[in-house]
């Protein structure tokens, strides 16, 4: 199997072995933490969430990023990362008890609302922080010619700890709501959650403090003194670096527009899992089903990882990710405009793959594309394109989606805006080099090790 000898190869690498490992720690508890923050924002015996308030969430924890993100992108390009990756996570377990001292309250008005999601604001900006870290760490744990491979294994791995976490998560959810009031249950959770991101902590520990770069980093009391028009100056020269870089800036606009798409979706179906297939005041069946899907879509993720190299090898990224997309046109109608269970169950793992897929090659493109010495910026900005453009869609399905999310006309012109997603990355790719960055797996691995 591909994925195995993509595992094999690059698990000689003692590097890329403990960056794998916090990964796959971190997501699995960032995961954990999805769950915990759904059951006590969306899925509250006392709330039947809509658009609106869905909207409202996601801009509350995800735009605040994407204010912050050039600051932070010249941190990870200035300090070192692996010392990132350890406070960030021990920041975020700190966080986490205080969301479950405010949930164990079970006051859902004033400073306590007030207070739950400031905390949340910060734990998620924290997190897309902690994600760039790791994106931009990784070419520092194995050779230039591996990251195709890299990018396929590591979203295999990783999310597959994070569907495990929510798996978990949900499970524990579903019993601790059996025996205890939905508060305590909620605030159990947080408490589960913080014990995972010290485990995170404590596994980054085990690399070096400058083995994960970034190259010739200078001290990190230079770095603290960056001023914000230093940061500004970082940013312009990152965007200028990705617009040299064609494949990396399209690959980037590509994901963006495509996300807006993949976001609508994601808006209408907790709507649909929780106000038409379910009672208001059946939230343990809501959380079950939801959570489902959930495994599902990110069983997609995992097979995407195991296709997307070969697939990429024998017809190259750009028609790949066209197809992906114009497949994606496809599955919006059929199965996805068939309301039930199953369909969407379907649906799910389809658009999963192919969205995965989409973003392994992106990956790809930036990782091989971006200098070092830029990647850090550069993968802030693709996380502040991935918040952005979720909120964008958030906004747009609150303006749109109907209070139960079912709406065919609307999954009809979100195919069609995939359709024409996919034709315009076709003509605006031509003539670029898609297919850096990646090596057939049958060529002999390379002698040395990280």
Not at 396 to 417: E, F, M, N, T, Y
Request: net charge positive.
């Amino acid at each position: 199997m591909q994925f195995v000898r993509g595992l094999r190869r690059l698990w000689r690498h003692r590097l890329f072995r403990r960056l794998l490992a916090v990964r796959i720690a971190t997501q699995s508890t960032d995961a954990l933490l999805q769950v915990a923050l759904a059951s006590y924002v969306l899925f509250s015996p006392e709330r039947q969430p809509d658009a609106g308030s869905i909207a409202a969430v996601l801009a509350v924890t995800l735009l605040p990023f994407s204010v912050l993100g050039p600051f932070v992108g010249v941190v990870l390009d200035r300090l070192s990362r692996r010392q990132v990756l350890l406070v960030v996570d021990l920041t975020r377990a700190a966080i986490a008890l205080g969301l479950a001292a405010l949930a164990a309250t079970g006051v859902r008005s004033g400073m306590v609302e007030f207070g739950f999601y400031g905390l949340v604001l910060l734990a998620m900006s924290l997190n897309r922080f902690l994600l760039a870290a790791l994106s931009a760490a990784l070419p520092h744990t194995l050779e230039p010619d591996e990251y195709l491979v890299a990018n396929s294994v590591v979203p295999t791995v990783g999310p597959a700890g994070a569907l495990v976490g929510a798996g978990l998560g949900t499970v524990l959810r579903v019993l601790l709501g059996g025996a205890l009031p939905a508060s305590q249950a909620d605030a159990v959770l947080f408490v589960v959650v913080a014990a995972g991101f010290v485990l995170s902590s404590s596994l980054a520990l085990r690399i070096g403090r400058r083995e994960l770069g970034p190259d010739d980093v200078p001290g990190d009391a230079g770095a603290g003194r960056t001023r914000a028009a230093e940061v500004v100056t970082g940013l312009v020269e990152a965007l200028r670096h990705l617009r040299e870089r064609r494949a990396a800036g399209l690959g980037l606009i590509t994901i963006g527009v495509s996300r807006v798409v993949y976001g609508v979706v994601f808006v209408a179906t907790i709507l649909v899992y929780r106000n038409y297939f379910h009672p208001p005041q059946d939230v343990d069946a809501a959380i079950a089903d939801l959570g489902l899907l959930v495994v599902i879509t990110g069983a997609g993720f995992v097979v995407a990882a195991a296709v997307t190299p070969p697939v990429v090898r024998r017809i190259g990224a750009r028609r790949w990710m066209t197809l992906c997309l114009l497949g994606s046109a496809v599955l919006q109608l059929f199965p996805g405009a068939i309301y039930r269970r199953p369909s969407l169950l379907v649906a799910g793992f389809c658009l999963g793959l192919l969205a995965q897929s989409i973003k392994i090659c992106v990956d790809t493109f930036v990782q091989a594309d971006v200098d070092d010495d830029v990647k850090g910026r550069a993968f802030v900005l693709y996380d502040m394109v991935f918040n952005v453009a979720l909120v964008v869609a958030a906004v747009i399905g609150a303006l749109v989606l109907p209070h139960d999310g079912r709406s065919v006309p609307i999954l009809a012109v979100l195919a069609g805006c995939y359709l024409l997603f996919g034709v315009g990355f076709w003509l605006l790719s031509r003539g670029l080099d898609l297919d850096r960055g990646g090596e057939s797996l049958d060529e002999p691995a390379a002698a040395t090790a990280s």
